[in-house]
């Protein structure tokens, strides 16, 4: 009797065992889910890679592609810049946020640019970045080719995206270099870019 009352309670103990192993695994699926849907925030001092693409059936009408440079994806409503016009290779600022630019004559790679390069720089005397022309004179960060019809970043300068008219008074700041801008077909475009978060 001892026996029987010795392998009964052995048995209902190494169930309660694997119900509580077989919850837990159930469990796992849905942490995994949680965490592949919570977006990547850049944090500061990382510099991620960056895409917009768009469409066009004419020359003149790219549809502005709003970018959230915190979270780096498109989005239409925590952009702090849309890529718009020319190929969507213009870099323009939406809302309160301010844009500058900074020219370096040695830095040739966004993720090497600190703080203290851009301390200078003023915010807010321009609202976009696109064709570089020398007359007009116009700053921009990309060169043009007008015969073949093909995009050129300007070398060693960076755009520069905060949340106020100065870099020191600024909370929110991201440096953005231009990779490229290819396009597919006739007017199918595909800008890259890198984004170093500053602040």
Do not use: E
Request: positive net charge.
């Amino acid at each position: 009797m001892k026996m029987k009352f010795l392998k009964l309670t052995f048995a209902i103990a190494t169930l309660a065992i694997l119900g509580t192993a077989c919850k837990k695994d159930a469990a796992q699926p849905d942490n995994k889910l949680a965490l592949q849907n919570t977006q990547a925030v850049i944090p500061v001092g990382g510099t991620q890679a960056g895409v917009v693409t768009n469409s066009s059936t004419s020359p003149t009408s790219w549809t502005a592609v709003g970018y959230d440079l915190l979270n780096n994806s498109p989005s239409s409503t925590t952009n702090q810049v849309n890529f718009d016009n020319n190929f969507d290779g213009n870099i323009t600022v939406v809302g309160t946020y301010q844009l500058g630019y900074y020219d370096s004559a040695t830095i040739t790679d966004v993720a090497n640019i600190t703080l203290t390069d851009v301390a200078s720089v003023t915010l807010g005397g321009i609202s976009t970045l696109g064709i570089n022309n020398s007359v007009p004179a116009v700053t921009g960060w990309y060169d043009y080719d007008r015969t073949f019809r093909t995009i050129t970043p300007v070398a060693k300068r960076y755009a520069l995206v905060g949340n106020n008219t100065s870099v020191s008074s600024s909370t929110q700041l991201y440096a953005v270099q231009l990779d490229g801008v290819t396009t597919s077909g006739t007017y199918n475009t595909t800008v890259n870019f890198h984004i170093k978060r500053l602040k």
